[in-house]
């Protein structure tokens, strides 16, 4: 029944799909990474003709090549979820809290402070002492545009993005003050001799307490999300503030109680990040992750167990991309571009799902 | 038209649909909602494209790929939104979008725009600017816009649903000039009524299907009912006696400004009574969801208004002023409110109707947790008592058709057991079934003592089923009269003039 329109039928349709099953969903979603390989191995036959398994396999074992690589590999997927945990509940509320990295800073900054001032507190304490003060100062940094937002409507993109470089010059003025040695224009690792204020080895393992803190705080997330009234407020509050208003929630307390959890778990992740990873602090100790981490939580519809894999793949490109960079004597720029042909293919297959696509001439559903 | 079909995922919402479109004829359109009469037309007009099916122009085969195609075969659709640029003025807008060389000639296109005015009988000033002109105003502008691009054949959807009686009256009088001109016109309506005052032959949709045609003179609103419906349905509403009316909530000196300080609800004054319902009427923007939402403590009001709420058996009154939804259910008050922006404020979209049961009920109980289990059992029972058609309770009421949205909406609002209801355009883009199953909802819930008041637009409707009847004018009360004696054109009457007893004499 399709030829009868004559030649100027469109070639292609687009047409909007009314439902599509899980299974069918991580269908697509697996073909789209497959492509992107075979297009990435072209790509790098057809310009620095090499291998591309060899490639491929150079890029695994970047990541995961030895143990030591790949507790490094586990660390920093748990720093970027927790991150992304602590965007979770501001974006599903709608709310573009795009200043992680400077919660991250400000909790970085307090926990380094806590190991330079307080050395002498025993270790345990001295945990307790830095996790409150890191979750405080995220909070408060969090809470700041949330209650101008509240009181005054302000804008919170600009806010928070502000917000980030205020964290910044915060951080270079405790850099400029802490200096060790004295010149060097850093802090150097703190209490290098003591490990005052350094995570401890669990289990063998320098990192093992990093993955145990991020992984209670994103199941915690994923049950306060759905189970919560908090949550619940939360979700109503992002669909329309016009349907929270007529159910009686307050918005704006909302808004301030919710940048709040944000805020302090993006803080924490400055905590992890300066007692359980570099034991320095300085400008670059956030690095971009706080925007990253938006990704994150957006790919994974705030769902924080998917964030997880999604955690997992970007940081693996990282580390794969870094290896294949130095082992292959290519720029960065050929890695970058490895990276980025696998992200877009994998925002791209997004569109797959919500839409398919109709033929001229057939009927058939293209995936 | 022939055999088109279009399909919206497994949804078929036009099956092989043939239809032939005279000139120099009105033809309704009518059918339930999601009977697939504004698809069909959005396909005649170049919006969608079909799945399947020939369209013919003059007995010319044609493809309709965009709404520049068909323009140029001169058809042109009045679509419910208008489609214009407020800070352009009426000869701009005109223009907007058309192709021409050289110089913009504004006088030469004001000299054409009331060349069609006079034509036709319409009233349209081509230098005011669009955010000036009223409702009816905009809709002209509409018409005398695709009259201009040269259409042949012109498509109105819904077009009476904004407009006064009076207004409607005179629409209908240019739309008889346009066919007398050897237009073609399709109308898109729900009131049967306008039907037979109006069209010449009627076409009739049920479930994306032709059922077929017949002409104007041989049937009537019964027999149309029957054929959209596929079987008899009563046409008439309801109008029990108020039961014991007793003084609910007293609406005292009721001022709202909004955000720009302009006054848009005046010092209105009235008392709602237990089993009855209060009718408001008015032209949409006279103040009453601003009205409705001052009563529910959603909008701010003005120093001196007053709304008390006075509770039944104990008589106490309490002052709602000021307070928000919470408190005001938090004093025991049972007022529910179906707010005229369904999904903007009523439900949440995203959600099931298990999340859209608990938005005034999700902190019940203690412990920081949500229970599920209440609501999806009123989900379910709503489900089955209103023949809600959802695949399932957990299903996004977004992707509902507006009419189950909205039952969603009023089997919540009533399940709540209000002992004072307000509905803002509680049938609008309803069908004929679902409109009457909302009457009857209201009037159980009148006879069950309940004070309701109804906002709507349909003058007809508030006739037969409500008991009083508020009418506003730019946002004051221009008064209260008696549902069963009053007519229609006394309401119409009320709805543009406050010294109406004047404009009558």
């Known amino acids: 029944m399709s030829d009868i329109h004559g030649g100027k039928d469109p070639l292609v349709r687009i047409a909007k799909r009314s439902t599509i099953s899980k ?31 060899q490639v ?52 970085g900054i307090v926990t380094a402070a806590c190991m330079i001032y307080l050395p002498q507190l025993p270790g345990p304490v001295l945990f307790l002492v830095m996790l409150a003060a890191s979750l405080l100062a995220g909070a408060v940094w969090g809470v700041i545009p949330a209650l101008f937002k509240a009181r005054w409507n302000t804008n919170e993109t600009l806010f928070t993005l502000m917000m980030n470089y205020v964290a910044i010059q915060l951080t270079s003025f405790c850099v400029a003050k802490w200096e060790n040695p004295p010149g060097s224009n850093s802090i150097g690792v703190i209490n290098q001799t003591t490990h005052a204020g350094w995570f401890p080895s669990l289990f063998g393992q320098a990192y093992a307490l990093n993955v145990i803190i991020v992984m209670i705080i994103t199941v915690a997330m994923f049950f306060y999300l759905r189970d919560s009234k908090q949550g619940y407020e939360i979700a109503v509050v992002g669909e329309s503030q016009n349907t929270a208003r007529y159910a009686g929630i307050s918005v704006g307390k909302v808004f301030i109680r919710t940048m709040i959890i944000s805020g302090a778990i993006c803080g924490l992740a400055g905590f992890i990040a300066v007692s ?87 009927h058939k559903e293209v995936e | 038209m022939k055999d088109i079909t279009k399909t919206f995922g497994p949804v078929v919402a036009n099956d092989k649909v043939s239809l032939t479109i005279n000139k120099g004829e009105i033809l309704s359109l009518l059918g339930e909602n999601g009977s697939g009469k504004t698809t069909l037309m959005n396909m005649l007009s170049g919006i969608y494209f079909p799945d399947g099916g020939q369209i013919f122009v003059n007995g010319q085969e044609v493809t309709i790929s965009s709404p520049k195609d068909a323009f140029e075969l001169g058809i042109g659709m009045i679509h419910q939104h208008f489609k214009l640029v407020d800070v352009f003025t009426a000869a701009e807008n005109i223009v907007l979008g058309l192709e021409g060389k050289g110089r913009l000639d504004l006088k030469e296109v004001g000299r054409k725009v009331r060349e069609i005015c006079d034509r036709y009988g319409f009233d349209v000033d081509p230098n005011q600017l669009v955010c000036d002109m009223s409702v009816s105003q905009k809709q002209t502008l509409e018409i005398v816009k695709v009259l201009y691009r040269g259409a042949d054949i012109l498509i109105l959807d819904e ?14 009088a240019v739309m008889r000039n346009m066919k007398a001109d050897g237009k073609a016109i399709v109308i898109i309506t729900h009131k049967l009524h306008e039907v037979m005052d109006v069209s010449d032959r009627v076409a009739v949709l049920r479930k994306g299907q032709y059922i077929g045609d017949v002409a104007t003179c041989d049937t009537d609103p019964q027999k149309l009912t029957d054929m959209m419906v596929g079987r008899a349905v009563k046409l008439n509403i309801d109008r029990p006696a108020p039961v014991d009316p007793q003084d609910r909530l007293r609406v005292e000196h009721l001022t709202v400004k909004d955000k720009e300080g302009v006054t848009v609800l005046s010092d209105a004054t009235f008392t709602l009574r237990s089993g009855e319902i209060l009718g408001v009427a008015g032209i949409s923007g006279s103040g009453q969801k601003e009205l409705l939402e001052a009563i529910a403590g959603l909008q701010n009001v003005e120093p001196g208004s007053r709304v008390v709420y006075i509770e039944p058996e104990s008589g106490k009154e309490h002052d709602l002023c000021g307070l928000d939804p919470l408190k005001i259910r938090q004093l025991g008050v049972h007022l529910s409110f179906v ?9 949440v ?10 938005l005034k009920t999700y902190g019940r109980g203690h412990g920081p947790l949500v229970d599920r289990r209440p609501s999806s059992k009123l989900a379910t029972d709503i489900k089955e ?23 969603v909406l009023v089997g919540r609002e009533i399940a709540a057991d209000p002992t004072v209801l307000m509905t803002a355009y509680a049938v609008r883009g309803l069908d004929i079934n679902t409109s009457y199953t909302i009457y009857r909802l209201l009037n159980e819930q009148k006879q069950k003592g309940v004070a309701v008041l109804y906002v709507g637009e349909d003058l007809d409707v508030l006739l037969e089923l409500a008991d009083r ?26 709805m543009t003039h406050l010294n109406w007893k004047e404009a009558e004499a």
């Open chain 1, 23 to 53: 299974p069918k969903a991580w269908a697509i979603r697996l073909i789209s990474l497959l492509l992107a390989l075979v297009v990435c191995a072209i790509l790098i036959y057809s310009i620095v003709k090499m291998n591309p398994l």
């Open chain 1, 56 to 107: 491929y396999v150079s890029m695994w074992k970047g990541a995961f090549g030895s143990s030591r690589r790949a507790w490094i590999t586990a660390r920093d997927v748990m720093m970027l979820l927790c991150i992304a945990v602590g965007l979770a509940p501001a974006f599903k509320m709608k709310f573009w809290n795009i200043g992680a990295e400077g919660q991250i800073l400000v909790g």
């Open chain 1, 276 to 362: 359980g990873a570099s034991h320095t602090i300085s400008t670059s100790t956030a690095g971009g992750r706080g925007f990253t981490a938006i990704i994150v939580a957006w790919l994974a519809k705030f769902n924080t167990f998917t964030m997880i894999l999604i955690s997992l793949l970007l940081v693996f490109l990282d580390k794969g991309a870094i290896e294949i960079a130095t082992a292959y004597n290519l720029n960065d720029y050929a890695s970058e571009m490895i990276t980025g042909i696998i992200l877009f293919f994998i925002l791209g297959s997004e569109f797959f799902i919500n839409y398919r696509l109709i033929f001229r001439g057939h």
């Open chain 2, 159 to 172: 077009p009476t649903a904004v407009l006064t009686p009076q207004e409607t009256d005179k629409l209908f």
């Open chain 2, 339 to 347: 707010p005229e922006d369904r999904l903007g404020m009523g439900l």
């Open chain 2, 349 to 358: 979209g995203t959600m099931g109707m298990t999340g859209n049961m608990m």
């Open chain 2, 385 to 407: 008592q209103l023949e809600v058609m959802t695949p399932g309770i957990n299903y996004p009421v977004r992707r509902l058709s507006g009419g189950n949205v909205q039952k």
């Open chain 2, 469 to 494: 009847i508020l009418v506003l004018c730019a946002g004051q009360i221009s008064g209260i009269v008696d549902g069963a004696s009053v007519t229609k054109e006394q309401v119409g009457l009320m």
